[in-house]
Each structure stands twice: as C-alpha cells, then as structure tokens.
C-alpha cells in the first residue's frame, strides 16, 4: 500500500496536504489542480507497472468523459477508470485524443475509435453514432446493438453487502444514494436503490425511512448521514452508494458523538483509493477500475484490428473489502 509520503512526494505538496486532501476536508483551500495530482499521484502508486506491448497499429483512441474535473474530484471513481485507461492507451503505445460532445463529425474523423467513461444521455448516445466509429460505454450503455459496453455486476455486489450486514447480526439498514439528471434533463435511476429495496423487502426488514436520497458528494453524505443519526430510532447500519458518500456519513457519525463501527457501521462502494485511510479503514466493495479501463481498451483495439460487428456488453464482479468499519451487532431486536 502507498504511504501518505510517498503520495506526498509525488504530487509535489506536503503529506498534510495529502491527508486533508484524501479526507475530503471542506475547510482545505488549494486549487482543484492540487487535489488532482494528489488523487492522481495515489492511484499511480497503487498499479504495478507492467511490461510494455506494442500493437500491430498506432491507433489513435478518443477519450470522452461526461464527468468534468470537479465532478471527477467529488466521486474519484471516474478519476481512478479514467487513469487505469489513459495507462493502457500508453502502454500498447496508441494516442490519446481528448474529445468533446459538441465536437463536430469532421473533428473526429482521423480517430480509429472512442471510448466514452461516465453517464451518457439519449442525445449524447446519438451524437456518439454520429461519430461513425467504433466506441466502448464504460459504466454505462450506449447502445446494444452498436457499441460495446462495460459495467459492473451491481445487484450481486448489493446483495453481498446486505448479506453481510445480517451475518454480522445487522436488521436496522439503511442506504444513502444520490440522484443524477442525464443532458436531456431525464433522472438516471441508480439501479442499488430498487435492489436494496427489493431484497430487504423479501427479508421483513424494509422500512422507507432509512432510504436518503440526494448526491453523490462528501456534503451529501453528510447532510444524509446526519438525518439517519438524528433518527429516535437510528439504524444500525449505513450502505453508502459510494466511498464519497461514505466519508461525509462517517464526519455525520462522529460529530453526533458516536462511533464507528461500535454505534453504526458503514460500508461503501467503489474502493477509491482514500477507502483505507479512513479511521477506521473503509469496508466498502472493491470495483476493479484497473480492469475495467484496460479491458476497455482491450475491447476496443480487438474490435478495430478484427472488423468485428457484434457488440459485447461485459458485467464485471466486484469484491467486498472487509476492514474496520462494521462491528457484530448481538441481540438486535
């Protein structure tokens, strides 16, 4: 695991920069480019360089991201896919062209193909086939029947959650999500909640009170969290829909004066890197954002290189990270 110096060292700022900065803190004032390097320099830390590979072609791959880098620094998610792809593109020796939605069909004619990260619109699917080229959806799907795609498995990796809240003698659970409005100004519907609801559902133990929902930041996570605690009848148990989220939750927890896991535990989803230098360490599911992006690349250049018309759409599993943020919870009525 890399050390808070040696992210330091690399992002060029000092480790209480990095501390702070890998801890979300509202009350740190240095330019979002900062922040940058020092997420950056963490996830760069984290991949074991491997040998080089060159490819029968230099393809030139367009890179299409639908978060901005703000967005990219609140849920570091997409920062982390996007860099393990910008590796791979390096690494099999391709050019990186950064691309536009509103770029135009000329713009993007000398591309062999497009690899668009994040969430994508009816409108911006469209513009995407207007493009002509051969394109992979990472985290989402464009279109089925044209482009290839790579998400991951999301309702086992809830159900392995909720399974091991109640192993752990969890039955007052709740969930904190966000809630995103696509460019065509159409709600995009984040799949855990209708899962979670479901499954506690089948097991009697749903109860519509412990659902929040609001965004995805470190300040929602917070304004959520600090509604559930302030609950007379607070649950037990928090499943946040990603790491981000967790972090605000856990600021909610401390400031009520409780403590986690002992009061309430946490897990979160997405394994960013800040997820174990938490205190105590995250328990959240583990994305494999290195695979995801290589194997987007992968997907591409195979698709380029074979002329091959049918489209994949790829699920991935997930793995749930067990540290310090869940404690057994005995005789819970």
Do not use: W
Request: proline share 2%; glycine share 6%; charged share 30%.
């Amino acid at each position: 695991m890399a050390t808070i110096k040696e992210i330091a060292e690399m992002a060029g700022v000092s480790a209480a920069t990095v501390s702070r900065v890998l801890n979300f803190d509202d009350t740190l004032n240095v330019q979002d480019e900062t922040k940058q390097r020092v997420f950056e320099a963490a996830e760069r830390l984290e991949y074991q360089v491997k040998n080089k590979k060159r490819s029968k072609k230099k393809l030139r791959i367009g890179m299409l991201s639908s978060y901005s880098l703000e967005e990219e620094l609140e849920d570091t998610f997409y920062l982390s896919v996007r860099i393990a792809i910008e590796r791979k593109i390096e690494e099999e020796g391709f050019k990186k062209v950064l691309v536009n939605i509103k770029d135009s069909v000329e713009s993007v004619s000398n591309l062999d193909g497009l690899i668009c990260l994040g969430t994508f619109s009816e409108s911006m699917v469209n513009k995407v086939k207007a493009f002509n080229k051969p394109a992979v959806f990472v985290d989402t799907i464009g279109d089925l029947d044209l482009f290839d795609s790579i998400v991951t498995d999301l309702k086992h990796s809830v159900k392995k959650v909720l399974n091991y809240f109640l192993q752990e003698g969890h039955k007052k659970i709740a969930f904190i999500g966000g809630r995103d409005v696509d460019a065509d100004g159409k709600e995009v519907v984040d799949m855990r909640v209708p899962i979670f609801r479901s499954y506690m559902e089948e097991k009697g133990l749903l109860n519509e009170d412990y659902i929040k929902i609001g965004g995805y930041t470190p300040k929602q996570g917070y304004r959520l969290g600090k509604e559930l605690v302030l609950m007379e009848s607070r649950p037990t148990a928090i499943f946040a829909a990603n790491d981000s989220l967790a972090v605000g939750c856990y600021k909610a927890i401390q400031e009520a004066g409780l403590r986690i896991p002992e009061d309430i535990s946490v897990i979160g989803f997405n394994d960013i890197s800040i997820a174990k230098y938490l205190v105590p360490p995250l328990t959240t599911v583990h994305i494999y954002m290195d695979f995801m992006g290589s194997q987007a690349v992968n997907m591409l250049s195979e698709r380029i290189y074979s002329n091959r018309e049918i489209s994949m759409h790829v699920s991935i599993p997930t793995k749930l990270m067990i540290r310090g943020s869940v404690s057994k919870r005995d005789g819970e009525s």
